[in-house]
């Protein structure tokens, strides 16, 4: 599966972005769509995940309230909406998908596909 992240951008403190990620090579049929992110000289770290099955989400303790993930099935793309962006927002967000969902579903070490990543920046 191919999976293309897209929608980063500049923007200020407080505003908001929209990203957006688009698979090819086969639909969404995952358990398990996230996302990730990654700022200068850290390591990836969890955002948002969506358990399909359970149509449930879950988010890392520093996005929670401020973003949200969803998916299109019709469209085979998954988004993830972020309002009050802060500086420490600032990273190359990613997209990924697992067939099984699983329990560690914040590790990135459990997401094998990996989508190329668009970067978000947040001026403060």
């Known amino acids: 599966v191919q999976l293309q992240a897209f929608g980063g951008g500049l923007v200020q403190a407080g505003g908001s972005l929209r990203l957006s990620c688009a698979a090819s090579?086969?639909?969404?049929?995952?358990?398990?769509l996230a996302w990730f992110r990654q700022a200068p000289g850290k390591e990836r770290e969890f955002v948002a995940a969506y358990r399909v099955p359970m149509r449930r989400s879950y988010y890392a303790d520093s996005v929670r309230g401020r973003f949200t993930i969803s998916r299109d099935t019709s469209k085979n793309t998954l988004y993830l909406q972020m309002n009050s962006l802060k500086p420490e927002d600032a990273a190359v967000y990613f997209c990924?998908?697992?067939?099984?969902?699983?329990?560690?579903?914040?590790?990135?070490?459990?997401?094998?596909?990996w989508g190329q990543g668009t970067l978000v920046t947040v001026s403060s």
């Open positions: 990924t998908a697992r067939l099984i969902w699983a329990v560690d579903y914040y590790n990135p070490g459990q997401y094998k596909d």
């Open positions: 090579g086969r639909t969404f049929g995952s358990d398990s």
